[in-house]
């Protein structure tokens, strides 16, 4: 089955800085990557999400890059704000079978 | 629009015993996913959901169970708990088919004393 692996588990930035969250999949036939934002307490919320047949995806301050030769996929926020921090978590869907495949998660603390 | 529903929010059970968790989807969405998020951890997949019929199910044991009603709500039980049961519970609902965004509700905290 599917595994993901993301890092880094924990990433402080300074406010108006760039922050960068990468992730490796093992399935090669995964084809949609969603990124997901969780505050404490809250829901999972979807930020943005990238289809295997596109290699970049942007909206406003958030990217994400897919490559799909080394199996990663990568999350860029810039000029990050306070209201960034929270829990991100990226995922991977089989194409069967609709299940997603979590990270294990990276917290983002932005000091302001 | 309302978004995905869950109920209820906090449910405290014992050893042994057995929860039931509701779900309500985004109106129009056919598709309800149930996943576990234990403490610290990440999303776990438990069971996927379409048109009344389980399409797929994560590594749980059989006393993980639900079923999806025809207005396709959906509801997952879980019988003789055990306190690593512990746990957020997350249900999702998306469009049908394809790749179709999962949008997630509040969900339900279980805690086993």
């Known amino acids: 089955g599917e595994n993901v692996e993301q890092h880094p588990s924990t990433l402080s930035v300074q406010e108006g800085d760039s922050a960068v969250i990468k992730c490796t999949y093992s399935d090669s036939a995964s084809n949609y990557f969603p990124w997901y934002k969780q505050e404490l307490g809250k829901r999972p919320q979807l930020i943005i999400d990238?289809?295997?047949?596109?290699g970049e995806k942007k909206d406003q301050r958030i990217a994400v890059t897919l490559n799909k030769t080394a199996k990663h996929f990568s999350l860029h926020i810039t000029e990050t704000q306070p209201e960034d921090s929270a829990v991100y978590f990226c995922?991977?869907?089989?194409?069967?079978?609709?299940?997603?495949?979590f990270g294990g998660g990276t917290r983002v603390l932005v000091k302001p | 629009e309302a978004g995905v529903t869950q109920s209820p929010t906090h449910l405290i059970k014992t050893r042994g015993q057995q929860a039931t968790l509701r779900c309500s989807p985004i109106s129009g969405h056919t598709s309800v996913y149930w996943y576990q998020q234990a403490l610290g951890l990440g999303l776990q997949f438990l069971l996927w959901?379409?048109?009344?019929?389980?399409?797929n199910r994560g590594n749980f044991p059989p006393r993980f169970s639900g079923r999806q009603f025809p207005n396709y709500s959906s509801e997952l039980n879980v019988n003789a708990l055990e306190l690593e049961d512990s746990a957020l519970y997350l249900c999702?609902?998306?469009?049908?088919?394809?790749?179709?965004?999962?949008?997630f509700g509040d969900g339900t905290r279980l805690s086993i004393l």
């Open positions: 959901y379409d048109e009344g019929e389980e399409r």
């Open positions: 999702a609902s998306s469009l049908a088919s394809g790749n179709q965004p999962q949008h």
């Open positions: 995922a991977a869907k089989e194409t069967a079978g609709n299940k997603l495949t």
């Open positions: 990238i289809r295997s047949n596109v």
